[in-house]
C-alpha cells in the first residue's frame, strides 16, 4: 500500500509561483512513475506531469510545459511540482498519483495510488 500527501497549495495572483509538493510513504520506490493531475470545477481530471523514479525521464502536458517543472528527490520519497508564470485557467485541486509500472501514461485510470489532493486558486 502507498500513500500520498500534497502540500503546497494556496491562493496567489497571475504570474506568481507555487511549489507542490507529494510525499510517498508505505512501499519501496522502484520502478514507479509518479504523475500530477488537476481538475477544476465542472471539468474532467487533466494530466499535468509525471516522473520516473529514477529522474530520468519527465513528461508535460501541452498547456504546462515551459511553465512547470516536475522533480523528484529520491531521499525524501518526495515529488515536487514547481509552478511559475501562473495563470487563472491553472485554478484547480492538484493530485499526485503512483503508477507501479515500467511504462509511462498520462491517463489518470493507469494510476492505482492516489492523494487527497491541493486547491490551486490563481487569481487575475
Known amino acids: 500500500q502507498v500513500q500520498l500527501v500534497e502540500s503546497g497549495g494556496g491562493l496567489v495572483q497571475a504570474g506568481d509561483s507555487l511549489r507542490l509538493s507529494c510525499a510517498a510513504s508505505?512501499?519501496?520506490?522502484?520502478?514507479?512513475?509518479m504523475a500530477w493531475f488537476r481538475q477544476a470545477p465542472g471539468k474532467e481530471r487533466e494530466f499535468v506531469a509525471a516522473i520516473r523514479w529514477s529522474g530520468d525521464r519527465t513528461f508535460y502536458s501541452d498547456s504546462v510545459r515551459g511553465r512547470f517543472t516536475i522533480s523528484g528527490n529520491n531521499a525524501k520519497n518526495t515529488v515536487y511540482l514547481q509552478m511559475n508564470s501562473l495563470k487563472p485557467e491553472d485554478t484547480a485541486v492538484y493530485s499526485c498519483a503512483a503508477r507501479y509500472e515500467y511504462t509511462y501514461s498520462n491517463y489518470a485510470r493507469d494510476y492505482l495510488y492516489w492523494g487527497q489532493g491541493t486547491q490551486v486558486t490563481v487569481s487575475s
Open positions: 508505505g512501499r519501496t520506490f522502484d520502478n514507479y512513475w
